[in-house]
C-alpha cells in the first residue's frame, strides 16, 4: 500500500493545492512553470520572459499508458507476376501499462520575446582565389579546422572545390522585449508522478520509460508557430518532503532537483499529515 500516493491524491482533489503544486506560493517568479514550458516548447526563436497565470482545464488521476508495438514485414513474389507488399502495423502492447499519477491539461498564459531577429543582408565571398592563409586572415571569427570538419572535406584545397563560395548571413538585432504587450496562450500537459521514498535511481528509470512510453503513443508535432515542439509533456516529480529528515538520504533537495532538471524533469516537496 502507497500511503504517499493516496494521501497526494486526496490533496490534489483541491484546485488551490494543484495551483500550489504548478505556481507555488514561494515561487513568485513561476520558475517552475517556465522549466515546464522550457521542457515542451523550445525556448528560441521565443523565450519566456513572465509567466502571468495558468489555468488547469482537466485533472485526471492514474492514467495508464502504453507504447504500441510496431510491426513491419514484407512479402515478396517473383514468379509469375513480379510484386512487392510492405506492411506496418501498430498493435496494443503486450507488457502491462506504466501509470502517471496525476495528469493535467492547462493552459499557460506568458508574455515573451523574440530571441532572433529578422535576416537583414546576405553577402557572398569567392573562396576560388583565395589562399589559406587569406582565408584565415579574411575570416578570422571562423574556426577553419572547425568548418572542414562539418564540411566533411580533408583539407583546404577540397574545401575550395565543394564550397567555392561563402555566404555570410546578418541577422537584425531582435525587437526589445515589451513587459505590456499582451501575453501569449500555451497548452501544456504535465504528468505527475509521486515517488514515496528517495530512491533516486528507480525514479529516473520510471521517469525514462513513462515519458517514452507517452511520447509513442501521443504523437505531438514537430514544431509551432513559435519553434520546436521537445515532448508530449512536461513532467513533474514529487517526493515527500520528510524523506530527507531520514538519517542517511541521499542528497538534499537542491541535489535531487538537479539531478532530475539535468533530465528534464521539474520537482517538487510535499509535506502530508
Known amino acids: ?33 517556465q522549466s ?20 488547469v482545464t482537466s485533472t485526471d488521476f492514474q492514467v495508464p499508458v502504453s507504447a504500441p508495438v510496431t510491426v513491419r514485414g514484407s512479402w515478396e513474389q517473383l514468379l509469375p507476376d513480379v510484386s512487392q507488399t510492405r506492411v506496418v502495423l501498430d498493435v496494443p502492447a503486450l507488457t502491462p501499462p506504466l501509470w502517471i499519477d496525476l495528469a493535467l491539461d492547462t493552459v499557460v498564459t506568458a508574455r515573451v520575446a523574440l530571441t532572433d531577429g529578422a535576416l537583414e543582408a546576405l553577402a557572398a565571398e569567392d573562396l576560388t582565389g583565395l589562399s589559406e592563409a587569406d582565408f ?15 564540411a566533411r572535406v580533408a583539407d583546404y584545397q577540397e574545401l575550395q572545390a565543394e ?47 513513462t515519458r517514452q512510453a507517452l511520447d509513442d503513443a501521443r504523437p505531438h508535432p514537430a514544431e509551432y508557430d513559435g519553434g520546436a515542439l521537445l515532448a508530449a509533456s512536461a513532467w513533474l516529480a514529487v517526493f515527500p518532503a520528510a524523506a530527507f529528515t531520514v538519517p542517511g538520504a541521499p542528497g538534499t533537495t537542491q541535489q535531487v532537483s538537479a539531478l532530475l532538471a539535468a533530465e528534464g524533469c521539474a520537482t517538487a516537496f510535499e509535506t502530508v499529515p
Do not use: C, K, W
Not at 497526494?8 to 520558475?31: E, K, Q, S
Not at 586572415?137 to 574556426?143: E, P, Q, V
Not at 501569449?184 to 508522478?193: C, D, K, Q, T, Y
Open 1 to 33: 500500500m502507497d500511503v504517499f500516493t493516496d494521501q497526494l491524491m486526496i490533496r490534489y482533489l483541491d484546485p488551490v493545492h494543484v495551483d500550489n503544486l504548478l505556481a507555488p506560493p514561494d515561487d513568485p517568479d513561476r520558475t517552475r512553470l
Open 36 to 55: 515546464l514550458l522550457a521542457a515542451v516548447y523550445e525556448p528560441n526563436p521565443l523565450a519566456v520572459r513572465f509567466v502571468d497565470s495558468v489555468s
Open 136 to 150: 584565415v586572415a579574411r575570416f578570422a571569427f571562423l574556426d577553419l579546422a572547425d568548418l572542414m570538419a562539418r
Open 163 to 209: 564550397f567555392p563560395r561563402l555566404y555570410r548571413l546578418h541577422y537584425a538585432q531582435p525587437p526589445a522585449f515589451d513587459p505590456a504587450a499582451p501575453g501569449r496562450r500555451f497548452r501544456l500537459r504535465v504528468s505527475v508522478l509521486f515517488f514515496p521514498d528517495l530512491d533516486l535511481g528507480g525514479a529516473l528509470r520510471r521517469l525514462a520509460r
